[in-house]
Nanobody
Framework: QVQLVESGGGLVAAGGSLRLSCVVSGILFSANRLAWYRQVPGNEREVLVARISPDGTTTYADSVKGRFTISKDNAKNTLYLQMDSLKQEDTAVYYC????????????????WGQGTQVTVSS
């Protein structure tokens, strides 16, 4: 059973930085694609903002490209999201999840969601 424990969120002023962490257990961490999603308050949909392949290849949503950096530590089974130059529109609950590839540009989360970590960016 996959377990996901996100941490590192908080309240930060616009332009600031945060580093999120996600400890993943129950899967072979190094062999899976992993992703960060976010859910904006009042919106039911989680949006994939960054993903990383087993070989370390990274992909970002246009809205975070150049500001966010996804990385992982296979030895610690931990996924990271470095968020710089934060904007108010980055305010959301952030979740991690292993993802499965369904062809084209379609990825789906593999597991149930963890508790997430709240990021709030003030003006």
């Amino acid at each position: 059973q996959v377990q996901l424990v996100e941490s590192g969120g908080g309240l930060v002023a616009a332009g600031g930085s945060l580093r999120l962490s996600c400890v993943v257990s129950g899967i072979l961490f190094s062999a899976n694609r992993l992703a960060w999603y976010r859910q904006v308050p009042g919106n039911e949909r989680e949006v994939l903002v960054a993903r990383i392949s087993p070989d370390g290849t990274t992909t970002y949503a246009d809205s975070v490209k150049g500001r966010f950096t996804i990385s992982k530590d296979n030895a610690k089974n931990t996924l990271y999201l470095q968020m710089d130059s934060l904007k108010q529109e980055d305010t959301a609950v952030y979740y991690c999840n292993p993802i499965l590839y369904y062809g084209g540009d379609t990825y789906r989360p593999m597991s149930h969601w963890g508790q997430g970590t709240q990021v709030t960016v003030s003006s």
